[in-house]
């Protein structure tokens, strides 16, 4: 395995299972990062956002509607927004029967109980802090629960923790509070801003059809806020022949939902 800090090219890219496994389970659930453990991937990725009550919760959409059965349980509550329900009412919802009839019963898992089974199953995680413009101060709670577990002790600050957001000042502000965590932007910035980014992040995760292997050349050609070589982790690549190509292109980590599928093109861990 690499570390949070370096991927190593000898080994493959870095393949992180993207919501878990969620090609094969439903995303950002228990059952889908235990999917991930089993199929031999240590790197998840979640989405952090934030409940009525103040829980944190791991969901991608700032609705409930797509991935659980809120509009059955309360019909009245449209648009059925995360910011709107209390942690007890999320923990009510089905949120695998979406996926399939195999998955009834999965939840949305706070953030709390997510962070202890990925530490249960010795995983790694890629912590994206979601639509922090809808939740003043997420950045600061996020640390602190992760703190309170254990996740930001020099090892897994090292080896076991990434946080990245499509926010910039997101990302700033987790730089800011904690300078020792390894960071990530989600985005493709012209290779002439690259450098303002090279000054509160690590890394540059774009979405795999806005780059070329002159734009990651130009991201590993800078240093980060860590004074190492920027890295790029790109996102969504479930194809054998797209993962070549970003392969191809140098990226360090490729985000999946299909981790095997990746693996059996590139290689990688
Ligand atoms: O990790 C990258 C990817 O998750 C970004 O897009 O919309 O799936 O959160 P999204
Ligand atoms: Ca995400």
Redesign the pocket.
Known sequence: PGSATGATGLLGPTV?A??GASAYAPENTLEAIDLAMRLGFDWV?N?VQRTRDGELVVI?DDTLARTTDVEQVFPDRKPWRVKDFTAAEIARLDAGSWFSPRFAGARVPTLRAYMERVQQNRQRL?L?I?KPELYPGIEEQTLELLDGLGWLDENHVARRLVV?S?SADSVRIVHRLRPDLVTAF?GTPTVADLPRYAEFTDRI?P?HTTISADWVKAVHGLRGAHGKAMEV?T??VDDAPTARKVREMGVDGI?TNAPDVVRGAVGGF
């Open positions: 992180y993207h919501r990725e989405d991608h890629l994206e979601k990245q499509f989600l995760n979405w982790d996102w969504i985000i």
